[in-house]
């Protein structure tokens, strides 16, 4: 019987030392790191945050990637928001990007090459002739180092870092890139990317999350949207920007005010894929879009230091992913808000410039805020900038 004592309190004392290496607890607060998997002789690991409201995070150093948001809605259920896969080693896989960093330059660039000074770089062609979202191995693909994971007043981070190599994918320089996922008690989803190099190149980095207020159970069409922005980027057939700004008034692209994009789409037969010019100072962290799902009643308003934002809609099925609970992914059952510089800048020099030099740094803020709808209707139509 002593025995078998020891024994109990020994496998007590063996867990105990167990949960305290895997998770950290501090002002209502919990980080738990949840699974973990070696890939081509690296560790991939997932992390769980967790706030005092309840809403979670989960964020891998796979691609470094947001691969799950909860957030209540107007009952207080919890339902996630952005389109995930069940396991960690699906993300390996087959899958659009689902919440990855993309980089060095997400988006387009034309003929797959671009000059700084009298070198010309050649890139990746991976999209036809041209190059998108940072070539065949994008940062999408690479495995992150996790730096570090800390709690701090009203907010919990998870930091990942990755070294980019000289040419790779066909960029000068070696990059440096820190991202740190945030979560704070107000149900902020904060991105804070920073970046330095030792030789000139172009940045340009987003997130590719696909999100779906309505629990990701049904596509996104009955979502409202507003987009601060009053131009866009037209592009050619092949996704490039021609280098002109149209004006968004008029025209299906304009979401100046919260509206219905269902019928849009379905007289387009296709989804959205385009860049907006946001209204807002350079640098400055202002508000890009606002999308409100009526039957859930959770809004999502999305800020950012960037000047542009790429608004997509997919209209490819997504049935063959392997989602949350067995769910099963259709046609439109996710937006994404791609908070970037303008795609093709190194063409378009009259774009806002992606050039990075060794004396400087490169910042980006993003914040993704949930809330729930309040007095006002969702159909009301509200001023971008005053909503």
Avoid: W
Wanted: hydrophobic fraction near 35%.
């Amino acid at each position: 019987m002593k025995i078998y004592t020891l024994y109990v309190v020994f496998s007590m004392f063996v867990s105990f030392l167990l949960m305290s290496c895997s998770q950290e607890r501090k002002s209502d607060f919990l980080i738990v790191k949840k699974d973990s998997l070696q890939y081509e002789g690296k560790s991939v690991e997932l992390f769980k945050i967790t706030n005092k409201q309840g809403m979670a995070i989960e964020v891998t150093n796979y691609g470094a990637s947001l691969v799950f948001v909860s957030a209540p809605d107007k009952n207080g259920m919890f339902e996630p928001v952005v389109l995930g896969l069940d396991s960690l080693r699906h993300y390996l896989g087959r899958q659009p990007k689902l919440g990855a960093t993309v980089g060095r330059f997400a988006n387009r660039i034309k003929d797959a090459e671009f000059s700084l000074g009298k070198t010309v770089y050649h890139l990746d062609k991976n999209s036809k002739a041209h190059s998108i979202h940072g070539g065949v191995k994008g940062f999408n693909l690479q495995v992150f180092d996790v730096d570090t994971s800390y709690i701090v007043k009203d907010t919990a981070v998870v930091v990942f870092k990755y070294l980019s190599p000289d040419l790779e994918g066909g960029f000068p320089g070696n990059l440096n890139l820190s991202l740190a996922y945030k979560l704070t008690n107000d149900n902020e989803v904060i991105l804070d990317y920073e970046a330095s190099t030792d030789k000139p190149t172009i940045v340009n980095l987003t997130n590719h999350s696909y999100f779906n207020l309505a629990g990701c159970k049904e596509s996104v069409l009955n979502h409202y949207y507003m987009i601060a922005g009053d131009s866009i980027t037209p592009v050619d057939s092949m996704g490039i920007p021609t280098g002109e700004l149209m004006a968004v008034a008029g025209t299906e692209y304009d979401f100046r005010v919260l509206q219905s994009a269902k019928q849009r789409i379905e007289k387009r037969e296709k989804g959205y894929d385009i860049n907006y010019k946001l209204n807002k100072q350079p640098g400055t962290l202002a508000l890009a879009a606002k999308v409100v799902e009526p039957l859930s009643g959770r809004v999502l308003k999305a800020y950012t230091t960037e000047p542009g934002m790429q608004f997509y809609t997919p209209a490819s099925n997504l049935d063959y992913l392997k989602g949350y609970a067995h769910l099963s992914y259709g046609k439109y059952y996710g937006f994404c808000l791609e908070m970037q510089h303008f795609p093709d800048s190194p063409h378009n020099p009259q774009f806002p410039i992606t050039v990075l030099l060794p004396e400087e740094i490169y910042r980006q803020t993003t914040i993704y805020k949930f809330e729930i709808l309040q007095l006002q209707s969702y159909y009301k139509k509200e001023k971008c900038g005053k909503i």
